[in-house]
């Protein structure tokens, strides 16, 4: 009797600090509360393996924090997955590439030779119900970036605005004031000292 094959489940997504993600578990069923593009990836993943017999060794998610490389932090993840799983194993994930152009997991194709990778196409797959389409999923995410980058400058009028009457606060104490207020950076990101003089330098 043959045994069956091994597969390593890896599901990534990018952050999107201005909307407030900015962290992912790395246990995949947990990330799979925290983002719906990882929740798809596990599910379509876990029925592949169903469909071709074979064992789910490890899954992991991964936050892919650059937007065109490998982090030290995902690449310091896939070489440990190399130490310790099954050298027959499969690393099994999904290629958004073919939807809407979006790269490869680029820290899986440094740490894994390509004979031991396997990428599903992104097909639509129903999820809680409901019919997750990868690329509308993504269209609709780049018009919301686009809005997001288009109200830069009524995101600068909104602080400037809560910065009146605060002048003779320090630069540190005006960071704190914001981030209280709950009034972020444009990225998403808390006022400090430093960003705040950016900020401010460019309404001079």
């Known amino acids: 009797m043959s045994l069956k094959k091994s597969y390593i489940a890896l599901a ?5 600090p201005w909307a407030g993600f900015a962290s ?10 925290q983002s719906r593009t990882i929740r798809y990836q596990r599910d379509l993943l876990r029925r ?12 992991v998610a991964l936050l892919e924090l650059s937007p065109d490389r490998a982090t030290p932090e995902s690449l310091q993840v896939i070489k440990d997955l190399m130490k310790t799983c099954s050298p027959d194993s499969t690393f099994l994930s999904v290629d958004f590439t073919a939807a809407q152009g979006w790269r ?30 990868p690329q509308e999923h993504f269209q609709k995410w780049r018009k919301k970036e686009k809005s997001h980058t288009q109200s830069k400058p009524q995101h600068r009028l909104t602080v400037l605005k809560a910065l ?14 914001l981030n209280e207020k709950k009034f ?3 990225g998403g990101k808390l006022w400090t000292a430093d960003n705040l003089r950016k900020f401010l330098a460019l309404s001079d």
């Open 184 to 186: 972020l950076t444009h």
């Open 48 to 59: 592949y393996v169903r469909e071709h017999n074979g064992v789910l060794e490890r899954e």
């Open 12 to 16: 990534w997504t990018r952050p999107v």
């Open 164 to 177: 009146t009457d605060q002048e003779s606060l320090s630069l540190r104490q005006k960071a704190v004031f």
């Open 24 to 33: 992912l578990s790395t246990d995949i069923d947990v990330a799979a509360g």
């Open 104 to 133: 490869p997991q680029p820290a899986l194709g440094k740490g894994v030779p390509s004979e031991r990778c396997l990428v599903l196409a992104p097909d639509p797959f129903i999820i809680d119900g409901k019919l997750f389409d």
